[in-house]
């Protein structure tokens, strides 16, 4: 069975300081895709990245980092330097390759960075 | 380039009728996805369509259908609303089926049941 587990529903800290958002995965197909998505309050989900089964390279953008951990199932994101702007909610989620385009969706954190 | 468009944004409706949401991908895009978030179930996939066909479905009941168009615009249809139908229903584009591609969503309806 698929499934994205966010054990964090709700993180809270102040400007500039770093924080991991946590997501553990399930599935049994060999070939599958992680996503991490933002949520601001407008609704809209927005892509940050997308990582195949078969990459499990480490990935940095700015002030975003991405750790893909086969061997523990775990997909984590880190904002480094937090800013107020970075508050939202953060969905991680997982499709496999034989389910086309379904993807599945963890509960979601929500992130509150405080001035 | 435009992105996703979705309308309305807003829609309140009453128990026992029928909506229709609207969903245009951004241009090239064919592959048409289509998920419903609530605060209870979260983020849960209803339908995906590519070349005016549906290709996967969720685990909805049959009150929740959709098309898509020759244009790639795509819609879903609920009929016979409950109240639990409340929620943010989103739309994604893609060019083609498969996450390869990936997926690029829309702002969203926000559908009110009373």
């Known amino acids: 069975a698929q499934k994205v587990t966010q054990a964090q529903t709700e993180i809270s800290v102040v400007e500039k300081e770093d924080v991991t958002l946590d997501c553990v995965y399930e599935?049994?197909?060999?070939?599958?895709?992680l996503f991490w998505y933002k949520q601001p309050p407008s609704g809209e989900l927005v892509f940050l990245i997308r990582?195949?089964?078969?990459?499990?390279q480490n990935e940095i953008s700015g002030r975003y980092s991405w750790n893909f951990q086969k061997s523990t199932s775990s997909f984590n994101f880190t904002i480094t330097a937090s800013q107020v702007v970075d508050s939202a909610v953060y969905f991680c989620?997982?499709?496999?390759?034989?389910?086309?385009?379904?993807?599945?969706f963890g509960q979601g954190t929500e992130l509150s960075v405080k001035p | 380039k435009a992105g996703v468009t979705q309308t309305p944004r807003y829609l309140i409706k009453t128990r026992g009728q029928q909506v229709t949401l609207s969903c245009s991908p951004i241009?090239?895009?064919?592959?048409v996805s289509w998920y419903q978030q609530t605060p209870g179930q979260g983020l849960q996939f209803l339908f995906e369509?590519?070349?005016?066909?549906?290709?996967n479905k969720g685990n909805f009941p049959g009150r929740f259908s959709g098309r898509q168009f020759s244009n790639s615009r795509s819609e879903m249809n609920v009929s016979t609303l409950e109240l639990g139908d409340s929620a943010l229903y989103l739309c994604?584009?893609?060019?083609?089926?498969?996450?390869?591609?990936?997926?690029?969503f829309g702002s969203g309806t926000r559908l009110t049941v009373v």
């Open positions: 994604a584009s893609s060019l083609a089926p498969g996450t390869n591609y990936g997926y690029t």
């Open positions: 599935t049994r197909d060999t070939t599958y895709y």
């Open positions: 990582r195949n089964s078969f990459d499990e």
């Open positions: 989620a997982l499709s496999e390759a034989q389910r086309g385009g379904k993807l599945i």
């Open positions: 241009s090239g895009h064919r592959s």
């Open positions: 369509y590519f070349s005016e066909t549906q290709r």
